[in-house]
């Protein structure tokens, strides 16, 4: 399950810190956004141009993990662009901040028209019969 909470953060870096003298390295991965599977994949597509860039597959992100879990990074943040929107973070004002979630948050409605196609059920015709 994908944490980005600064307080998980906080508590895996002071981990680090406090189990590195005995040779135990703790990492946190921030992956950001991932297609993991057909629902969410199809819902990462209908985001604007910024978010598309920055989704991630799997495939990519083990590969940024394993590299800094071998180079014993306290922190692991996969992508330039998921790096960048962490830089925007701590500079931008709390105001802005909170604009921009509300503004994602109303494009993300659960009429969506991919979400209606995923509730279908399996055994709905697909074709309608013509009376």
Same mark, same amino acid.
């Given at each position: &399950?994908?944490?980005?909470? /600064?307080?998980?953060?906080?508590?895996?870096k002071s981990l680090?810190?406090?189990?590195? #003298?005995?040779? !135990?390295?703790? @990492?946190?991965?921030?992956?950001?956004?991932?297609? %993991?599977?057909? *629902?969410?994949?199809?819902?990462?597509?209908?985001?604007?141009?910024? @978010?598309?860039? *920055?989704?991630?597959?799997?495939?990519?992100?083990? @590969?940024?993990?394993?590299?800094?879990?071998? &180079?014993?990074?306290?922190?692991?943040?996969?992508?330039?662009?998921?790096? @960048?929107?962490?830089?925007?973070?701590?500079?931008? /004002?709390?105001?802005?901040?909170? %604009?921009?979630?509300?503004?994602? &948050? #109303?494009?993300?409605?659960?009429?969506?028209?991919?979400?209606?196609?995923?509730?279908?059920?399996?055994?709905?015709?697909?074709?309608?019969? !013509?009376?």
């Amino acid at each position: &399950m994908p944490l980005q909470n /600064p307080l998980f953060i906080f508590f895996s870096k002071s981990l680090h810190d406090e189990l590195q #003298k005995d040779n !135990i390295h703790v @990492s946190v991965l921030c992956p950001g956004g991932m297609n %993991t599977n057909l *629902s969410i994949t199809l819902m990462n597509k209908t985001g604007n141009f910024l @978010s598309r860039l *920055s989704i991630m597959n799997p495939e990519e992100v083990v @590969s940024v993990a394993m590299d800094g879990l071998l &180079m014993k990074k306290k922190v692991i943040i996969p992508g330039g662009i998921n790096k @960048s929107f962490l830089l925007l973070d701590k500079i931008l /004002p709390e105001f802005i901040k909170k %604009t921009i979630r509300n503004k994602a &948050m #109303k494009r993300l409605n659960p009429t969506s028209r991919f979400v209606d196609y995923l509730d279908k059920p399996v055994d709905a015709p697909i074709i309608k019969k !013509i009376a």
